[in-house]
C-alpha cells in the first residue's frame, strides 16, 4: 500500500498531461522520491522506484515475516504470542481473542495474522496447552472462532522458554513496551516444532524432527560424539530420507501414507504423507479414479482422533497393484524439498540441521552458563547481607545509633562498628550495604535466633558451592538438563514415522488398463476410438504401444484415442520397458530377389516415435512371417517354396527354439535362397525361458527379478512364497511382482509342500509353553496356528530340519540347569490346528533357537536341491542303457543336427546349399 500512496502523490504533483503543477521544481526532481530522475519536471523513473521500494519490502518480509531466527527458533509473531500470554499467564486459560488483543500491543498487524500464527503454533504441542476445538491437521478443519477456545502455556514452555534475567529487550514498534530481542530457549525448538514461510524471493521449510531423538542428538553434541538427525512427521506414515541432505536446499524427502489391505476388496489408509489432509488425499484418489489410473468403487473417511480411510475397490481389481498405483497416481506419495534458512544477524543463513543442531546446544550452553552466573551472584549477595546481618545485630552494632544525632553519624557509626568484622565477609562493604542495615526492624533484631541465621548461611554456602560447581562441570549439567527434559516430556513422544528405502514404482506397471486398443490395418490407425474395428488388449492412457509393418519397421508410440502409425501394420501391442519375457520370431526377405531371413529377438529399450529396420536394410524388403510370444514360446512353422525345375521337396519345418534370442538389429540365419510361397505356424512350443528368479528385499519388503536383496528361488507354475507373520500366522502369496507383504512378516521363503514348521509358542489359556509342528496347507487367506487367547504369542519357529531350542529355567522358582530340546524329537508331525505338546511343566525365564529359522537360498543349492532323487522316483527310474548298443538313426540325426547347429553359419542357409541341388535330411 506504500508504494500505491507514494505513486499516488507523485502523479498528483507530476500533473499528468496538462503540464507540471505551479510551484513544483523544474531543476534537479523531488530529491528524496525514489526513481525521480534529475531534470525531469516531475516525471520519475517505475524501475528506480522498483529498485528501491521493493528491495525494502522484501526485506521487511524476510526478516519481519515468514523466516525464523537462529537463536530461539521463531518467528516475529511467534515470539510476541508468547512473551504476551507469560505476561498474562497465572496458570489458568485465557481466551485466545484476549491473547490476541494483548498481543497486539507488541505487533504492527492484525488480529487475523495473529490468530492465525496462535492457533498453528498450538496445534504443534508442544509450547502451548490448548482447550477446545482448535481444529484437525489430519481432516484440515479449522479451529473455532478465538472466542471460543482458551490457551495457556505449557509446563514445557515454561521451563525452557522464558527467562527475564537472561532475556534482552527491545522496545516495541510503538515505543511503548519492551519486548524481547529473542527467547532465552534452552532447547533446538526450530527442529521439534518445524517452520514454513513464503517471503519475497525466499522460501523456507524446516522440517519437524522427534523430541526425543533431538535430546539424544544434543546430548551427542555435548559430549563430541556422531549423531544423525532425520524428519519425524506428526501424522506418521512412512518417509525415505536417503535423500534429505541434513534439510538443506536440493535435498528430497519421499512420504508416503501407510496403507493396509484389510481383505481381496478393502485398503485401510492409517495414517497419511506430512503436509496432506484426509480431504486433500481423498481427492487426489477421486481425481485418479476419474481418469482411470485405478479402479476404486467407493471411499469412506472416518477420520476422528486418528486417520482411517477405507477404499473399496472395484471387482476384479488387484490390491496390490492399487496400492502401487495409489503411490504413484495420488497423494497417497509426495515429495518434500526442505530448504533450512534462518534469521542469523539480520541476513539470512542457509544451513543444514546439524549444524542447526550444534548452533542451538551452543546456545542453550551459554544460556546455562549464564543463568548459573547469575544464581551465583544472587547466591553470594544473600551470603554477603546475611553475614553482613549476622554481624550487625550479635556484636550489637545497631546499639552505637543511639549517639547519633544526624543521619550522616549514623551511617559512620554503623561503617565504624563492622569494620572489625568485615574480614569475614567476602567484599568490601558499601554504602548501599549499610543503608540496608538501617532498614531492618526492631521487632526482628528482638526475634533474630543465631542459630537459624547460622543454619541459613551454610545453607547458601552449600548452594553456592554448588552452583559452582555446576560452573565447572557445565557439560555435565547440560547433559542433565536434557535429561531431565526427556524424563519429564518424553513420555509418549516416540518416534511416529517409520524410516523405509523406497522402491521406484513404474507408473505404466501400475496403472489400470482402462482403455479397450483398436486397430484400423486398412487405413493405418489406433486408439481407444477405433471402437468398430479390429480389438488389440486392454491398456492404460499412459502405456507404449508396439508397431509392426510388412515393410519389416518397428515403431514404439503413446497410446492416443488416435493415432495413425503407417500403412502394412502387421502386429500391433501393448508394450512395456525391458521386458525380456516377450520374444518375437521374424522371417523376412532380403530384398525383393535376396535370400530369406529368420530371426528371435526381444524389444527391452527403443527412443519413442523412431522408427526401426528389423531387416538388413536392403530396399524392397518385407515380412514373410511374424508373431508376437508373451512367453518367450518357441515355435515349429512350415516353409513352403515356390516350385521350380529340380526342387523336389517343396516343403519342410523349421524349429525357432533352435536359434538363440539376439537384438533386434541383428540380420538372423540365413533360411533358404529359394524363393518361398508362404510360412505357416504348425506347432507351437513351450516357453523357453524357463522359470523366474525372484529376490525379496528386505529394506522395501518387496519382490523383485533384478538381484536386489535374498535369493528365494526360481519360481514357476503354482510356486509359491510362504510369509510366517509375528502374530503366529502364515500366508502363501503367488510369485507376483508387486505383491505387497504384512508388515509383521518375519520369515518370507519359497514354499516347499515338504518342508515342517516347528514353532514354540505362548498359550495364553493354559499358561504355558506348547510345542508343535506342522506342514503348511494350500490356502489363499492368513491361517493361524496357534490358539486365538488374546496372551498367545509365537516364541520361536524353524524350517530346518533338527530346531534345537535352549530353555532357561527361572531360578527363583527351581534350580533346573538350562536344557537343549530337539523339537523334531519332542513331537511329531500334526495338522496345523493342533494344540502341541506341553514344553515343560516348569517355570521358563528364556527361550533361545539354536538353529538358524531357515537356510537361506543359493542358485548353488538350489542346483543341488534339483539333482536330488526321491525314493518314489528310484522305482520309476528305467535301466540305464548298456555300452556298445547300436544307436537309432532317429538319435543319430538329432545328434548331428544338434552339432551342425552349434558350428553353422549364420550365413549357411538352413536348407537348399545351392540353387537346384536335391534337399537331403539324412533320413534315406
Request: glycine residues 8%; contains cysteine.
Given at each position: 500500500?506504500?508504494?500505491?500512496?507514494?505513486q499516488?502523490?507523485?502523479?498528483?504533483r507530476?500533473g499528468g498531461?496538462?503540464?507540471?503543477?505551479?510551484?513544483?521544481?523544474?531543476?534537479g526532481?523531488d530529491?528524496?522520491v525514489p526513481?525521480?530522475?534529475p531534470?525531469s519536471?516531475?516525471?520519475?523513473?517505475?524501475?528506480?522506484?522498483?529498485r528501491s521500494?521493493f528491495?525494502d519490502?522484501a526485506s521487511?518480509v524476510?526478516l519481519?515475516?515468514?523466516?525464523?531466527?537462529?537463536?530461539?527458533?521463531?518467528?516475529?509473531?511467534?515470539?510476541?504470542?508468547?512473551?504476551?500470554?507469560?505476561?498474562?499467564?497465572?496458570?489458568?486459560?485465557?481466551?485466545?481473542?484476549?491473547i490476541i488483543?494483548?498481543?497486539?500491543?507488541?505487533?504492527p498487524h492484525?488480529?487475523?495474522s495473529i490468530g492465525?500464527a496462535?492457533?498453528?503454533l498450538?496445534?504443534?504441542?508442544?509450547?502451548?496447552?490448548?482447550?477446545?476445538?482448535?481444529?484437525?491437521?489430519?481432516?484440515g478443519?479449522?479451529?473455532a472462532a478465538?472466542?471460543y477456545?482458551?490457551?495457556r502455556?505449557?509446563?514445557?514452555?515454561?521451563?525452557?522458554v522464558?527467562?527475564?534475567k537472561t532475556?534482552?529487550?527491545?522496545?516495541?514498534y510503538d515505543?511503548?513496551?519492551?519486548?524481547?530481542?529473542?527467547?532465552?530457549?534452552?532447547f533446538?525448538l526450530?527442529?521439534?516444532?518445524?517452520?514454513?514461510?513464503i517471503?519475497v524471493?525466499?522460501?523456507c521449510?524446516?522440517?519437524p524432527?522427534n523430541?526425543?531423538?533431538?535430546?539424544?542428538?544434543?546430548i551427542?553434541?555435548?559430549?563430541?560424539r556422531?549423531?544423525?538427525l532425520?524428519?519425524?512427521f506428526p501424522t506418521?506414515?512412512?518417509a525415505d530420507?536417503?535423500?534429505?541432505n541434513?534439510?538443506?536446499?536440493?535435498?528430497?524427502?519421499?512420504?508416503?501414507?501407510?496403507?493396509?489391505?484389510e481383505?481381496a476388496?478393502t485398503?485401510?489408509?492409517?495414517?497419511?504423507?506430512?503436509?496432506?489432509?484426509?480431504?486433500?488425499?481423498?481427492e487426489s484418489?477421486?481425481?485418479?479414479?476419474?481418469?482411470?489410473?485405478?479402479r476404486?468403487?467407493?471411499?469412506?473417511?472416518?477420520t476422528a482422533e486418528?486417520?482411517?480411510?477405507?477404499i473399496?475397490l472395484?471387482?476384479?481389481v488387484s490390491?496390490?497393484?492399487t496400492?502401487?498405483?495409489?503411490?504413484a497416481?495420488t497423494?497417497?506419495e509426495?515429495?518434500?524439498a526442505?530448504?533450512?534458512?534462518v534469521?542469523?544477524?539480520?541476513?539470512p543463513?542457509?544451513?543444514?540441521?546439524?549444524?542447526?543442531l550444534?548452533?542451538?546446544?551452543?546456545?542453550?550452553?551459554r544460556l546455562?552458563?549464564?543463568?548459573?552466573e547469575i544464581r551465583?551472584?544472587?547466591?553470594?549477595?544473600q551470603?554477603?547481607?546475611?553475614s553482613?546481618e549476622?554481624i550487625?545485630i550479635e556484636?550489637?552494632?545497631?546499639?552505637?545509633?543511639?549517639?547519633?544525632?544526624?543521619?550522616?553519624e549514623v551511617?559512620s557509626?554503623?561503617?565504624?562498628?563492622?569494620?572489625?568484622h568485615?574480614?569475614?565477609l567476602?567484599?568490601?562493604?558499601?554504602?548501599?550495604?549499610i543503608?540496608?542495615?538501617?532498614?531492618?526492624r526492631i521487632k526482628?533484631i528482638?526475634?533474630?535466633d543465631?542459630?537459624?541465621?547460622?543454619?541459613h548461611i551454610r545453607?547458601?554456602?552449600?548452594?553456592i558451592a554448588?552452583?559452582?560447581?555446576k560452573?565447572a562441570h557445565?557439560v555435565d549439567?547440560?547433559?542433565e538438563?536434557?535429561?531431565?527434559?526427556k524424563k519429564?516430556?518424553?513420555?509418549?513422544?516416540?518416534?511416529?514415522t517409520?524410516?523405509r528405502?523406497f522402491?521406484?514404482?513404474v507408473?505404466?506397471?501400475?496403472?489400470?488398463?482402462?482403455?479397450?486398443?483398436y486397430v484400423?490395418?486398412?487405413?493405418?490407425?489406433m486408439g481407444?476410438?477405433?471402437?468398430n474395428?479390429?480389438?488389440v488388449d486392454e491398456?492404460?492412457?499412459?502405456d507404449d504401444?508396439?508397431?509392426?509393418?510388412?515393410?519389416?519397421t518397428?515403431?514404439v508410440?503413446k497410446?492416443?484415442d488416435k493415432?495413425?502409425i503407417?500403412?502394412?501394420?502387421l502386429?500391433v501391442?501393448?508394450?512395456?520397458?525391458?521386458?525380456e519375457?516377450t520374444?518375437?520370431?521374424?522371417?523376412?526377405?532380403?530384398?525383393p530377389?535376396g535370400?530369406?531371413?529368420m530371426k528371435?529377438?526381444?524389444?527391452?529399450g527403443?527412443?519413442?516415435d523412431?522408427?526401426y529396420?528389423?531387416?538388413s536394410?536392403?530396399?524392397?524388403?518385407?515380412?514373410?512371417?511374424?508373431?508376437a510370444?508373451p512367453?518367450g514360446?518357441?515355435?515349429v512353422?512350415q516353409?513352403?517354396?515356390?516350385?521350380?525345375?529340380?526342387l523336389?521337396?517343396?516343403?519342410?519345418?523349421?524349429?525357432?527354439s533352435q536359434l538363440?534370442?539376439?537384438?533386434r538389429?541383428?540380420?538372423g540365419?540365413?533360411l533358404?535362397?529359394?524363393?518361398?510361397?508362404k510360412?505357416?505356424?504348425k506347432e507351437?512350443g513351450?516357453?523357453?525361458?524357463g522359470?523366474?528368479?525372484i529376490?525379496?528385499?528386505?529394506?522395501?519388503?518387496?519382490?523383485?527379478d533384478?538381484?536386489?536383496?535374498?535369493?528365494?528361488?526360481r519360481f514357476?507354475?503354482?510356486?509359491?512364497?510362504?510369509?510366517?507373520m509375528?502374530?503366529?500366522?502364515?500366508?502363501?502369496?503367488?510369485?507376483v511382482?508387486s505383491?505387497h507383504?504384512?508388515?509383521?512378516?518375519?520369515?518370507?521363503v519359497?514354499?516347499?509342500?515338504?518342508?515342517?514348521?516347528s514353532?514354540v509358542y505362548w498359550?495364553?489359556?493354559?499358561?504355558?509353553f506348547?510345542v508343535?509342528?506342522?506342514?503348511?496347507?494350500?490356502?489363499?487367506?492368513?491361517?493361524?496356528?496357534?490358539?486365538?487367547?488374546?496372551?498367545s504369542?509365537l516364541?520361536?519357529h524353524?524350517l530346518v530340519?533338527?530346531?534345537?531350542?535352549?530353555v532357561s529355567?527361572?531360578?527363583?522358582s527351581?534350580d533346573?540347569?538350562?536344557?537343549e530340546?530337539?523339537?523334531e524329537?519332542?513331537?511329531?508331525?500334526?495338522g496345523v490346528k493342533a494344540?502341541?505338546?506341553?514344553?515343560t511343566p516348569?517355570?521358563?525365564?528364556?527361550?533361545?533357537l539354536?538353529?538358524?529359522?531357515?537356510?537361506?537360498?543359493?542358485?548353488e543349492?538350489?542346483?543341488v536341491?534339483g539333482m536330488l532323487?526321491?525314493?518314489e522316483?528310484i522305482?520309476?527310474?528305467?535301466?540305464?542303457?548298456e555300452?556298445?548298443?547300436?544307436?537309432?538313426?532317429?538319435?543319430?540325426?538329432?545328434r548331428q543336427?544338434a552339432i551342425?547347429?552349434v558350428?553353422?553359419?549364420?550365413?549357411?542357409?538352413?536348407?537348399?546349399?545351392?540353387?537346384g541341388?536335391?534337399?537331403?535330411?539324412?533320413?534315406d
Amino acid at each position: 500500500m506504500a508504494m500505491n500512496d507514494e505513486q499516488e502523490g507523485l502523479e498528483e504533483r507530476s500533473g499528468g498531461e496538462e503540464g507540471p503543477v505551479e510551484g513544483a521544481p523544474q531543476e534537479g526532481g523531488d530529491r528524496g522520491v525514489p526513481g525521480l530522475a534529475p531534470g525531469s519536471g516531475g516525471a520519475f523513473s517505475v524501475s528506480g522506484m522498483y529498485r528501491s521500494w521493493f528491495l525494502d519490502y522484501a526485506s521487511y518480509v524476510i526478516l519481519e515475516r515468514a523466516v525464523p531466527a537462529l537463536y530461539d527458533g521463531l518467528k516475529p509473531v511467534q515470539r510476541r504470542i508468547l512473551h504476551a500470554m507469560k505476561e498474562l499467564d497465572d496458570g489458568r486459560y485465557n481466551k485466545v481473542a484476549n491473547i490476541i488483543g494483548h498481543t497486539m500491543q507488541y505487533h504492527p498487524h492484525g488480529d487475523a495474522s495473529i490468530g492465525d500464527a496462535l492457533v498453528q503454533l498450538g496445534q504443534k504441542d508442544l509450547v502451548i496447552d490448548c482447550q477446545g476445538n482448535w481444529g484437525n491437521t489430519l481432516t484440515g478443519d479449522s479451529a473455532a472462532a478465538p472466542r471460543y477456545i482458551e490457551a495457556r502455556l505449557s509446563k514445557f514452555a515454561k521451563d525452557v522458554v522464558f527467562n527475564p534475567k537472561t532475556t534482552e529487550w527491545q522496545l516495541s514498534y510503538d515505543g511503548r513496551n519492551k519486548e524481547p530481542i529473542f527467547l532465552p530457549v534452552k532447547f533446538p525448538l526450530l527442529l521439534a516444532q518445524g517452520a514454513e514461510g513464503i517471503a519475497v524471493g525466499l522460501s523456507c521449510k524446516v522440517l519437524p524432527h522427534n523430541f526425543n531423538e533431538l535430546i539424544d542428538a544434543s546430548i551427542a553434541v555435548l559430549r563430541r560424539r556422531s549423531f544423525d538427525l532425520v524428519p519425524d512427521f506428526p501424522t506418521g506414515g512412512l518417509a525415505d530420507v536417503s535423500n534429505y541432505n541434513e534439510g538443506e536446499r536440493g535435498g528430497r524427502v519421499r512420504c508416503r501414507a501407510r496403507i493396509r489391505k484389510e481383505d481381496a476388496k478393502t485398503l485401510v489408509i492409517t495414517e497419511i504423507p506430512f503436509g496432506t489432509t484426509t480431504t486433500s488425499l481423498i481427492e487426489s484418489i477421486i481425481k485418479a479414479n476419474e481418469k482411470g489410473k485405478i479402479r476404486v468403487r467407493h471411499i469412506e473417511d472416518n477420520t476422528a482422533e486418528n486417520a482411517e480411510i477405507l477404499i473399496h475397490l472395484a471387482a476384479g481389481v488387484s490390491p496390490d497393484t492399487t496400492i502401487d498405483a495409489l503411490f504413484a497416481f495420488t497423494d497417497c506419495e509426495v515429495s518434500i524439498a526442505p530448504n533450512a534458512v534462518v534469521i542469523e544477524n539480520d541476513k539470512p543463513r542457509f544451513v543444514g540441521v546439524k549444524e542447526l543442531l550444534r548452533i542451538s546446544t551452543e546456545n542453550t550452553l551459554r544460556l546455562l552458563k549464564l543463568e548459573l552466573e547469575i544464581r551465583l551472584e544472587e547466591l553470594e549477595a544473600q551470603w554477603h547481607f546475611s553475614s553482613l546481618e549476622r554481624i550487625f545485630i550479635e556484636k550489637k552494632v545497631y546499639r552505637k545509633i543511639e549517639e547519633a544525632e544526624t543521619w550522616e553519624e549514623v551511617l559512620s557509626f554503623i561503617d565504624k562498628g563492622l569494620k572489625p568484622h568485615i574480614k569475614e565477609l567476602r567484599r568490601p562493604v558499601t554504602e548501599e550495604d549499610i543503608l540496608r542495615l538501617t532498614e531492618i526492624r526492631i521487632k526482628r533484631i528482638s526475634k533474630y535466633d543465631s542459630f537459624k541465621a547460622d543454619e541459613h548461611i551454610r545453607g547458601l554456602e552449600d548452594q553456592i558451592a554448588e552452583v559452582k560447581d555446576k560452573l565447572a562441570h557445565l557439560v555435565d549439567h547440560a547433559v542433565e538438563h536434557f535429561k531431565e527434559l526427556k524424563k519429564k516430556y518424553g513420555a509418549g513422544r516416540e518416534r511416529r514415522t517409520e524410516l523405509r528405502t523406497f522402491d521406484t514404482i513404474v507408473a505404466t506397471k501400475v496403472a489400470v488398463a482402462n482403455r479397450k486398443l483398436y486397430v484400423d490395418k486398412a487405413e493405418g490407425f489406433m486408439g481407444w476410438s477405433l471402437r468398430n474395428h479390429e480389438f488389440v488388449d486392454e491398456c492404460s492412457d499412459i502405456d507404449d504401444i508396439i508397431v509392426f509393418r510388412e515393410n519389416g519397421t518397428m515403431l514404439v508410440t503413446k497410446v492416443a484415442d488416435k493415432k495413425f502409425i503407417g500403412k502394412g501394420v502387421l502386429h500391433v501391442g501393448v508394450w512395456k520397458k525391458n521386458d525380456e519375457r516377450t520374444i518375437y520370431h521374424l522371417v523376412y526377405q532380403d530384398g525383393p530377389k535376396g535370400a530369406y531371413y529368420m530371426k528371435r529377438f526381444a524389444v527391452t529399450g527403443i527412443t519413442r516415435d523412431k522408427e526401426y529396420d528389423l531387416t538388413s536394410g536392403a530396399p524392397g524388403s518385407k515380412v514373410e512371417y511374424f508373431s508376437a510370444n508373451p512367453d518367450g514360446a518357441a515355435e515349429v512353422v512350415q516353409v513352403t517354396l515356390r516350385p521350380r525345375p529340380n526342387l523336389r521337396k517343396t516343403k519342410f519345418d523349421v524349429d525357432f527354439s533352435q536359434l538363440s534370442v539376439k537384438g533386434r538389429g541383428s540380420k538372423g540365419n540365413l533360411l533358404t535362397r529359394y524363393m518361398v510361397q508362404k510360412v505357416v505356424l504348425k506347432e507351437r512350443g513351450g516357453s523357453t525361458l524357463g522359470a523366474i528368479p525372484i529376490w525379496f528385499d528386505e529394506t522395501v519388503r518387496r519382490l523383485n527379478d533384478t538381484g536386489h536383496g535374498r535369493y528365494l528361488g526360481r519360481f514357476s507354475g503354482d510356486d509359491r512364497i510362504l510369509a510366517i507373520m509375528r502374530d503366529g500366522s502364515y500366508q502363501l502369496f503367488p510369485f507376483v511382482l508387486s505383491t505387497h507383504f504384512p508388515d509383521n512378516a518375519v520369515t518370507v521363503v519359497k514354499w516347499d509342500p515338504k518342508a515342517v514348521v516347528s514353532a514354540v509358542y505362548w498359550e495364553g489359556e493354559k499358561q504355558q509353553f506348547q510345542v508343535k509342528r506342522f506342514l503348511v496347507e494350500p490356502s489363499r487367506e492368513p491361517m493361524s496356528f496357534i490358539t486365538d487367547h488374546p496372551e498367545s504369542r509365537l516364541a520361536a519357529h524353524s524350517l530346518v530340519g533338527h530346531p534345537r531350542v535352549r530353555v532357561s529355567f527361572d531360578k527363583r522358582s527351581s534350580d533346573r540347569p538350562d536344557e537343549e530340546v530337539d523339537l523334531e524329537a519332542f513331537i511329531a508331525v500334526k495338522g496345523v490346528k493342533a494344540l502341541g505338546n506341553r514344553l515343560t511343566p516348569f517355570k521358563v525365564k528364556d527361550l533361545e533357537l539354536l538353529d538358524p529359522v531357515f537356510i537361506p537360498m543359493t542358485p548353488e543349492l538350489e542346483e543341488v536341491q534339483g539333482m536330488l532323487i526321491s525314493d518314489e522316483e528310484i522305482g520309476n527310474m528305467e535301466a540305464p542303457e548298456e555300452e556298445g548298443l547300436e544307436e537309432s538313426p532317429v538319435k543319430q540325426f538329432k545328434r548331428q543336427q544338434a552339432i551342425q547347429e552349434v558350428e553353422r553359419s549364420p550365413e549357411d542357409p538352413l536348407i537348399g546349399y545351392e540353387p537346384g541341388k536335391q534337399i537331403t535330411l539324412g533320413l534315406d
